[in-house]
């Protein structure tokens, strides 16, 4: 009763999204230019259960962020620039309740070629094409959270290595407001839950078409086909496939997001080893509020379901959870444009374990809360 009282008081105040990064120019001559940019953030989460005075440590997730951006006239009509962001860890994370413990430390790093209208290409470590459509309720969940759809290193899903990317605005000036982006990654070398082998290329776009009056609609899809080689079957039937549709309608100071995804063949390694569902479908929905004196504010929901199946079954026949059910609210406030205190509240509808999941991740089904503050520059 008091969870639910505690809610109620606080919800008209949760509505928002965190603070932006601030770009710092250190260098511009000659057509050349260098910025940086960068985040401190001690983090500290908690969990509670039935007494929401009783408190579970969930550790320290202090985080720190450093970023550069270089830009480099090569002509008239070409320029090149560099992008690098890098993020050392300082703790341990728990492993049995966040996904990203062991998180890549660089979380960006491509150069490209600007070409004017006729749009941008680049290669390295980027942002995934499924990125774009959930780009918009991403700020209102904690990057740490195990929900789908939000992981690093996973196909084309958030941030990847060796992404082939180009990027269109306007569609060259032929249609104003649609975005354009292709993205090819070179064959995915990893374990998949039921088929050890390897992937071949994967193959990704996202189109994104901006309004004149605040709403933005973007759908991404990516597939990668199983190698095939090495087996006597026909496997494409467990081929990865995954699709998202997102929104964003902003108006003043709110802003209303949602996104859907859906995924086959391409669950996260912590969904892989808790349970045994692969074929995902996340919905998320996340309202925002800047009350114009500092104060920031966010709100957003998601549920997630999982299917189970096994090698070779027919995917009309397997069962489904659910895996995620749960609110987040997210309160900063700017002192000033580099100083900003931060709130977190986890309010978990998902009270009863999925059919086969591991019975050590009791914290899981807990609410949590976690605070602290970040530097910004």
């Not at 908690?46 to 408190?55: I, R």
């Amino acid at each position: 009763m008091i969870k639910r009282n505690f809610l109620a008081v606080l919800m008209p105040l949760f509505l928002s999204s965190s603070c932006s990064v601030n770009a710092m120019e250190i260098y511009n001559k000659n057509g050349n230019k260098v910025d940086i940019y960068g985040e401190l953030n001690p983090l500290y989460f908690y969990s509670h259960s039935n007494d929401p005075f009783l408190l579970n440590s969930l550790g320290n997730y202090t985080h720190f962020t450093f970023g550069m951006y270089s830009r480099s006239d090569i002509n008239q009509f070409i320029s090149g620039y560099f992008s690098f962001e890098y993020k050392p860890k300082f703790c341990t994370y728990n492993e049995k309740i966040y996904v990203n413990s062991t998180k890549n430390d660089i979380d960006l790093s491509y150069v490209g070629l600007d070409l004017g209208k006729w749009g941008t290409i680049d290669y390295g470590r980027n942002y995934g094409v499924m990125y774009y459509a959930k780009q918009f309720t991403d700020k209102a969940f904690d990057n740490s959270e195990n929900i789908t759809l939000h992981e690093d290193d996973n196909f084309l899903v958030g941030r990847a290595n060796g992404l082939l990317t180009y990027h269109n605005k306007n569609l060259s000036g032929y249609i104003k407001g649609l975005e354009l982006t292709l993205q090819h990654q070179s064959y995915y070398n990893k374990e998949n839950m039921f088929l050890s082998d390897k992937y071949n290329d994967s193959w990704g776009t996202s189109l994104r078409y901006n309004t004149d009056f605040g709403f933005t609609l973007v759908g991404s899809a990516f597939f990668s086909p199983y190698d095939n080689t090495r087996n006597k079957v026909n496997l494409e039937n467990h081929w990865v496939k995954s699709y998202g549709i997102g929104w964003n309608y902003s108006f003043h100071n709110v802003s209303v997001s949602g996104f859907y995804g859906h995924s086959k063949n391409s669950a996260a390694s912590f969904i892989k080893n808790h349970c045994i569902y692969d074929v995902l479908d996340n919905i998320e929905i996340a309202g925002s509020y800047d009350f114009n004196n500092g104060l920031k504010s966010s709100i957003g929901y998601i549920k997630s379901f999982g299917t189970e199946y096994s090698f070779g079954q027919n995917i009309k026949n397997a069962k489904s959870a659910t895996l995620n059910n749960h609110i987040n609210l997210i309160v900063t406030y700017n002192f000033n444009k580099n100083f900003v205190a931060n709130f977190h509240y986890k309010l978990n509808l998902l009270k009863n374990f999925p059919v086969n999941s591991n019975s050590e991740l009791s914290h899981y089904f807990d609410n949590c809360v976690g605070a602290g503050f970040s530097y910004i520059f």
